[in-house]
């Protein structure tokens, strides 16, 4: 889950890449974060498609599609 002091600490690591003062140690640390978004944000997405299409396409249709959606 992001929290936010998650994103509080990749904004701020965000602002010391601009200015050039970032360690390496930190250039590690904001990777590592971005991914944590990334990936939260790609399991937000995919269980939105999924309840959607729960929501509208059930296995008792009669469109033909045999389920293979």
Do not use: F, W
């Not at 889950?1 to 930190?26: C, D, F, V, Y």
Request: hydrophobic share 30%; net charge positive; aromatic share 2%.
């Amino acid at each position: 889950m992001i929290t936010p002091e998650i994103i509080s600490r990749i904004n701020e690591l965000g602002r010391k890449q601009k200015a050039g003062t970032l360690t390496e140690e930190e250039v590690i640390e904001q990777a590592k974060l971005r991914r944590l978004y990334i990936d939260n944000i790609k399991g937000q997405v995919k269980a939105h498609c999924d309840a959607q299409k729960a929501a509208t396409h059930s296995h008792n249709c009669s469109c033909g599609c045999d389920h293979k959606h």
